[in-house]
């Protein structure tokens, strides 16, 4: 059995992994409004993976005898001002989920819940993979600079990202 504290602090992650994928969604419907289909592409499939991450919260808390409590999911910004500050905001996200898994972890550890710790390190090896993954393609934009070429190189690149085929960056 989950103990309340376990299961209102898994309840929460599902809410934040509902959160990115509403964030990522909101980030493609931008992408595809400056007609960047590459980037739009790959957060499409940002969004199925969060999508993913959520289920796998959902059915954790069932499995274990918990609750599951859906929370009011908080609206996304709509607008950015370029990728450069999209890919920005999505580091920043993804530092901070990292957190919250950590944060998770250590309530497991107090609680001796060996179960739930087991069941979070697929997270913490997830969110090294996540970091990298936007990580390159906010080096890549930063190398980019101005240069109106490189954005649409990006571009084809990240349309290459399908699923399970990880997550398009240049190798
Ligand atoms: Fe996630
Ligand atoms: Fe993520």
Sequence with gaps: M??????????????????????????NAYFKSVNL??????????????????????DFINQR??????????APSTAWSSPLAVFEATLEHEQKVTALINELVELALAEHDHATSIFLQWFVSEQVEEEESVSGVLQQLKLMGEA???????DRELAKRSAGAGSGTAE
Excluded: C, R, T
């Excluded at 109106?148 to 990006?154: A, P, R, V, Y």
């Design 2 to 27: 989950l103990s309340d504290k376990m299961q209102d602090a898994l309840n929460g992650q599902l809410n934040a992994e509902l959160y990115s994928s509403y964030l990522y969604l909101s980030m």
């Design 37 to 58: 289909d590459g980037f739009a592409n790959w957060m499409y499939y940002q969004v199925q993976e969060e999508l993913a991450h959520s289920m796998k919260l959902y």
């Design 65 to 74: 005898g918990g609750k599951v409590k859906l929370l009011q999911i908080e």
């Design 148 to 154: 109106k070429g490189g954005l649409f190189m990006i």
